[in-house]
């Protein structure tokens, strides 16, 4: 079984910054990817970065490019999302997400963390 852990939520005023954390434990063989995911009240959970472990490479949801960098340290299978120049609108719940492939699995399953609360007052 794998566990993702974020921390770093809160409440900002906007233009302010926040930096998330996300560590992933457990049986982990390898990761494929690692991302953010956020849901604001009555709107569906939407994509907003994520980082390929294989070509290193990021994207970003086009509300939060510029502003927003994922970043990973693979050694402690952690990711993080440095959120700057927060707006309202960035108000939601922040959720962890990862590909892994555990020891003994011939296949990978997507993880999910338990969310952060993240308020961006105006």
């Known amino acids: 079984q794998v566990q993702l852990v974020e921390s770093g939520g809160g409440l900002v005023q906007a233009g302010g910054s926040l930096r998330l954390s996300c560590v992933a434990s457990g049986s982990i063989a390898s990761i494929n990817a690692m991302g953010w995911y956020r849901q604001a009240p009555g709107k569906q959970r939407e994509l907003v970065a994520v980082?390929?472990?294989?070509?290193?490479?990021?994207n970003y949801a086009d509300s939060v490019k510029g502003r927003f960098t994922i970043s990973r340290d693979n050694a402690k299978n952690t990711v993080y999302l440095q959120m700057n120049s927060l707006k309202p609108e960035d108000t939601a719940v922040y959720y962890c997400?990862?590909?892994?492939?555990?020891?003994?699995?011939?296949?990978?399953?997507?993880?999910w963390g338990q969310g952060t609360q993240v308020t961006v007052s105006s």
């Open positions: 980082t390929i472990t294989s070509s290193g490479a990021s």
């Open positions: 997400n990862a590909d892994v492939r555990s020891w003994g699995r011939p296949y990978d399953l997507i993880y």
